[in-house]
């Protein structure tokens, strides 16, 4: 059974940086996959964050990309989120989820999801 | 970005009943749509993928259809555990880009 583990600090000070890693167990994270991260604010809907693949080919919301880095640990079976120069926009529920390589493939397999706060 | 809108946002419905969702998204997308379910403190889960095939596990009262801008989810006898957010999200453009919900709770 695959899972999806997110951890990292529930809170954040404004300015500074949110890192989130996922651990994944029950399936390889060098399998023809994508590793997501998707973003909900309280209350409100789903923002897709980025994605990576084994190889390290990232695709990031270009709304995002100039503060989001997505890396992955083939050793520790696991990949990370860092988003610089927070605001109280960012807070949110970070999910980390599966995507399967194809071209309709949703997002299969999530983790429980983390609530980020950012707040001084 | 891709604008993808549902209706209704919301709506009342009791137990056996037949639920048909509508997302319409901003520009073609032929059948690049995936539907999720979401309750409260949840992740989503994948019910449709596809515009109309349907996930591994996922009951078959469960259908989805639909291409280019229009697509449905039908829910054809609602269950007690289908209570929940419904959401559509378009995976043909880059970002993939999510519906608000629709939010189906007991008349």
């Known amino acids: 059974q695959v899972q999806l583990q997110e951890s990292g600090p529930g809170l954040v000070k404004p300015s500074g940086t949110l890192s989130l890693t996922c651990a994944v167990s029950g399936d390889s994270i060098s399998s023809s996959n994508w590793w997501s991260w998707v973003r909900q604010p309280p209350g409100k809907g789903l923002e897709w964050i980025g994605e990576i693949y084994h190889s390290g080919s990232t695709t990031y919301n270009p709304s995002l990309k100039s503060r989001v880095t997505i890396s992955i640990d083939k050793s520790k079976n696991q990949f990370s989120l860092k988003l610089r120069s927070v605001t109280a926009a960012d807070t949110a529920v970070y999910y980390c989820?599966?995507?399967?390589?194809?071209?309709?493939?949703?997002?299969?397999?999530w983790g429980q999801g983390t609530l980020v706060i950012v707040s001084s | 970005d891709i604008q993808m809108t549902q209706s209704p946002s919301s709506l009342s419905a009791s137990v056996g009943d037949r639920v048909t969702i509508t997302c319409r998204a901003s520009q073609s997308i032929s059948s690049y749509l995936n539907w999720y379910q979401q309750k409260p403190g949840k992740a989503p889960k994948l019910l449709i993928y596809?515009?109309?095939s349907l996930q591994s596990g996922v009951p078959s009262r469960f259908s989805g259809s639909g291409s280019g801008t229009d697509f449905t989810l039908t829910i054809s006898s609602l269950q007690p555990e289908d209570f929940a957010t419904y959401s559509c999200q378009q995976v043909y453009f880059t970002p993939p880009t999510f519906g608000p919900g629709t939010k189906v709770d007991i008349k």
């Open positions: 989820a599966r995507r399967w390589a194809g071209a309709t493939a949703g997002l299969d397999y």
């Open positions: 596809g515009a109309s």
